[in-house]
Structures are given as C-alpha cells and as structure tokens.
C-alpha cells in the first residue's frame, strides 16, 4: 500500500455515459497527479494540481475533466469517451518544493477503463 | 522539450547483473529518477539523482552523468521477482510533474 487508493479498481462504460474516477491520498502530500498509461506507449501525465496551480497536458481531450476539491482528493470526471481512451488511469501524490527536481511519486493502484 | 531514450526490452539470468540504460534530452535539468513497474502493479519508486555519480539502494544503484545526458540502473543478484518494467524519467523543467520513458521490459530466467 502506498497511501494513495483510487476507486474504481475496474470500469466498463459506454460511450454516452457519464463516470468520475476518484483518487485520495492520505500522506499529506500538497500534489496530485492524473496519468494515462496505455499498452506499449509511456506514462502520460494528464493534469497535475500542485501548490495551488493545475497544470494539465494541451494534449488531453476535453471528454476528461479534472477536480481537486482539497489536497487530497482528485477526480477524473469522464463523458462521451472514445474506445481508444480505454487504458489504465494512474493517481499519484507527491510533496513538492519549488524548483526542487526530487519528486517521489506515490501511484495508487490506478483504474482499468474500458469504452466500449 | 523533453524526451528519453531506453532499450525496450532486456533479458537476463538470476544472479547476473543487469544494467538498463537511458539518454535524455531536456530542456534545464533537475535530476534522474527510476521506477518499478510489476505487471498489473503501480509504477514504484526506486532512486533519485540529481548529481553526478552513483547511488546505491541495496542491490539497485543508479548513475548519472550530466555532461553526456545519460543516467543507468543496474541491477546486481538478479531475482525472478525482478522481472518488470523500469521506467526512467524527469521533470520537465521546473514543473512539478514527471516526464517518463517508454520503459524497459526486464525478463529474469532461471
């Protein structure tokens, strides 16, 4: 266990609905992070929330949405997702200090996503 | 912008060393981290460096060479429970995010 639990651990959806995926930390860390990781492709960092700033990748269709309400709950809210967005979705936490390049990662065990 | 370089796949025996290698290209650099990845598992941290040289954890060490953009991990006493996916990765400059490799599949046999 690595303190960060996320929920689902698996889901089947279609492409029509709505689904949120839910992440918390509990070691007190002031970042969270949403990765995407799909087969044979590396770790792509979706949106990050850090020291009160969100940072999130261009890259990302707007079907994904991201919350962070407090520092240690972050969801991914879906809509209208593609099959090809079916992929392990990744939750991690970190203590970050400005400009400082060590940042430990702590992954949940992240949400197996399948659109069909 | 940002990339990493590592082999994709490497085999080796138990007890043997094995060394996976990763380039990068960065725009200002702020450290070398490595992480695990058994399958159906989370991606684990293993070590950091953010100097020149080695670090050693145990049977794990990682180096890192600023002036040749090049960092390694090496395994020594190789286990079956080794066998997983080593990801190398970096901030993409100040930014508190990771950028990851495409990771390198390590195969222990017997």
């Known amino acids: 266990e690595t303190g960060v639990t996320q929920t689902p651990r698996h889901l089947v959806m279609g492409m029509t609905n709505k689904k949120s995926l839910k992440c918390e930390q509990h070691?007190?860390?002031?970042?969270m992070y949403w990765y995407k990781q799909s087969a044979k492709k590396p770790l792509e960092l979706m949106f990050v929330?850090?020291?009160?700033?969100?940072?999130e990748n261009n890259s990302v269709p707007s079907r994904f949405s991201p919350e962070c309400p407090n520092s240690s709950h972050l969801f991914l809210h879906l809509h209208t997702l593609q099959p090809e967005d079916s992929a392990l979705y990744l939750c991690?936490?970190?203590?970050?200090?400005?400009?400082?390049?060590?940042?430990?990662?702590?992954f949940g065990p992240g949400t197996r996503l399948t659109v069909l | 912008g940002q990339s990493l370089e590592q082999p994709s796949e490497v085999t080796a025996v138990e007890g043997a060393i094995v060394q996976i290698n990763c380039t990068y290209q960065t725009s200002g650099f702020y450290g070398l981290s490595w992480y695990q990845q058994h399958d159906g598992g989370a991606p684990t941290f293993l070590s950091y460096n953010g100097l020149d040289g080695l670090e050693e954890t145990g049977r794990f060490s990682s180096f890192l060479s600023r002036s040749d953009s090049y960092g390694y991990l090496l395994l020594q006493e190789l286990q079956m429970k080794d066998s997983a996916s080593y990801f190398c990765?970096?901030?993409?400059?100040?930014?508190?995010?990771?950028?990851f490799g495409a990771g390198t599949r390590l195969t222990v046999k017997p």
């Open positions: 929330y850090s020291l009160e700033e969100r940072v």
């Open positions: 990765a970096v901030p993409p400059g100040k930014r508190n995010d990771m950028r």
């Open positions: 991690a936490s970190s203590q970050v200090l400005r400009g400082q390049g060590y940042n430990e990662q702590f």
């Open positions: 070691l007190g860390h002031n970042a």
